[in-house]
């Protein structure tokens, strides 16, 4: 069973290409244009991306009956729902958490339990607000399907957002997750949907500020 490079960064190495763009592009139009304006905001923009990419460290509860959330960002619905549809699992309601990411949360997202990762499936889609409900069927996703030890599985959806608009996924199938373990990344505002049995209890609510690798939002029984 392989597992993930477990490197840290206190920037995400994605963050670099684009702050290195935004940088020289800055010193040319300065050069170019002799504003000083100009380049204050290239500067900005730079240190806001790298700041944007930021992936700091966190502190996670290891417990297997615990559920860890996977994203930075607000709690924007709790309900029952089907699984995505492409995935190629038995297609029955799970309870679902959903967290929304804007643009100033941490993006770097984290597995919530500790378990093999057992199919990873992406579908194209539209760029709807991802805080809309129908954004989990019609936005642009990537679904992770789980096996924990004891057999449960769960299921982490990540879902592109009216300004993100590309979703990385640092994992293959049969890799090792460790609860709390980084395996994707959305870039630029987001959202993730976690699917887990129905008969798991909630530990959060609509509306609570939520810390991807350290927050408990619900637990198994």
């Not at 460290?57 to 559920?67: A, G, V």
């Not at 984290?110 to 760029?127: A, L, T």
């Not at 409900?133 to 990537?142: C, G, L, P, T, V």
């Not at 996924?169 to 609860?179: A, D, G, T």
Request: aromatic content about 10%; proline content about 4%; hydrophobic content about 45%.
């Amino acid at each position: 069973m392989k597992k993930i490079n477990k490197k840290r960064y206190i920037i995400h190495p994605e963050g670099w290409k684009f702050a290195g763009i935004l940088f020289a592009s800055s010193i040319i139009l300065f050069y170019l244009s002799a504003s000083i304006l100009i380049a204050l905001i290239g500067f900005f923009l730079t240190f806001f991306v790298l700041w944007f990419f930021r992936d700091p460290k966190r502190d996670t509860p290891q417990d297997e009956n615990l559920i860890i959330s996977s994203a930075d960002g607000k709690v924007c619905l709790i309900d029952e729902a089907y699984p995505p549809e492409e995935l190629p699992i038995e297609s029955q309601k799970m309870k679902r958490i959903c967290v929304f990411m804007n643009v100033f949360n941490v993006h770097v997202n984290r597995s919530p339990v500790q378990g093999n990762v057992d199919h990873i499936v992406y579908k194209e889609g539209k760029f709807l607000n991802a805080s809309l409900d129908k954004a989990s069927d019609k936005n642009e996703r990537s679904s992770l399907v789980l096996n924990t030890q004891n057999g449960t599985k769960i299921i982490v959806v990540q879902i592109a957002g009216l300004i993100a608009r590309r979703i990385l996924s640092f994992i293959s199938p049969n890799m090792l997750l460790n609860q709390g373990e980084r395996f994707g990344l959305i870039r630029f505002g987001s959202r993730v949907d976690i699917y887990l049995p129905l008969d798991a209890v909630e530990k959060c609510k609509v509306g609570d500020k939520v810390v991807a690798g350290e927050s408990i939002l619900a637990s198994l029984n």
